[in-house]
């Protein structure tokens, strides 16, 4: 866990510490990574700052979209953690994960095949996995304390934020931002398939989306070159570590085991090209801006 004394830790997770910083808060992130929601005890060097970095790109480039949280990378934010922390506006969390799909795949590919449905949504028949979908679906989900979250409608999701209007200018929000990032991202050669965005209100009531915006860990990224229907695909993201942790025998609960040398170099390498491709820059480029280091 990454400790900053001087500061009020607000909250810990699996990728991020929460620091009160005044009236606002600063969210950190670190490079430990997990799967099957255990967090495994050897670090991916570079993986918080490729977070940071991303997510610092893209609330630059859709202020226009939707109002976020970001306030500065640079100023107010501790020499120890520069580079992989973000100064932010101090949210009032709306209570559901916002889950825009725009290809058929994970979680949406297995309810499709048991129900030609995803989140209550009628699909056409005959797609296959992987397939792009006629229109990006909002299939929001629960935010659970413990385990994993759950799917839901548009009329829980609206029963649990507590407000209909509300509820349509988050979806639709959502999906703007989806579109958005998927047109950008495929003009670099990277297909967004599906994206979790995080609203929240701030203190004037206005929509805001906070946490990380369309990163490796909140987002299925793909390579569109060797993109095929009918067929899972690769992605930008802990693939390394989630093929070897299913294929290493280890029964999915705490301790996780320590990853080897070579899965921790794939993965790091994958996080790194993310940036880049994404970015059109290197990682260097961010930690020089930032003063951050690896």
């Known amino acids: 866990m990454t400790e900053l004394v001087d500061l009020p830790l607000l909250s810990s997770g699996k990728v991020r510490e929460v620091y009160e910083l005044g009236d606002d808060l600063l969210m950190v992130a670190s490079d430990r990574i997990s799967t099957y929601d255990v967090i495994h005890p050897t670090p991916i060097p570079g993986k918080g700052a490729v977070l940071t970095g991303i997510s610092d790109f893209w609330f630059d480039r859709t202020s226009s979209i939707v109002a976020n949280h970001l306030i500065s990378v640079t100023d107010g934010v501790p020499d ?8 932010v ?6 209570p559901i994960e916002c889950i825009v799909r725009g290809y058929i795949t994970g979680s949406g590919w297995s309810d499709y095949q048991k129900s030609g449905s995803v989140s209550g949504i009628e699909l056409p028949a005959g797609l296959e996995e992987s397939q792009q979908l006629p229109e990006p679906l909002f299939t929001p989900s629960t ?3 413990v385990g994993h979250d759950e799917a839901i409608n548009f009329d829980q999701a609206a029963e649990l934020v507590g407000d209909l209007e509300l509820t349509e200018r988050v979806r639709d929000a959502a999906v703007d931002l989806y579109r958005f990032a998927a047109e950008y991202a495929r003009g670099r050669g990277v297909i967004l398939a599906d994206t979790k965005f995080e609203f929240g209100l701030d203190s004037d009531g206005q929509l805001t989306v906070g946490d990380e915006v369309l990163t ?5 990224y793909w390579p569109v070159e060797g993109y095929e229907v009918g067929r899972s695909q690769p992605s930008f993201d802990k693939q390394y570590v989630r093929d070897w942790a299913t294929a290493s025998g280890w029964d999915k609960t705490e301790p ?26 290197p990682l260097t480029a961010w930690l020089d801006r930032t003063g951050g280091s690896i």
């Open 80 to 87: 120890e953690v520069r580079g992989r922390a973000m100064v």
């Open 89 to 94: 506006k101090r949210l009032t969390m709306l």
């Open 143 to 145: 935010k659970a304390e």
């Open 216 to 220: 490796p860990d909140s987002s299925r």
């Open 256 to 281: 996780a085991p320590a990853l080897p040398d070579d899965v921790v170099a794939g993965t790091t390498t994958r996080y790194a090209e993310a940036y880049e491709l994404i970015t059109g820059q």
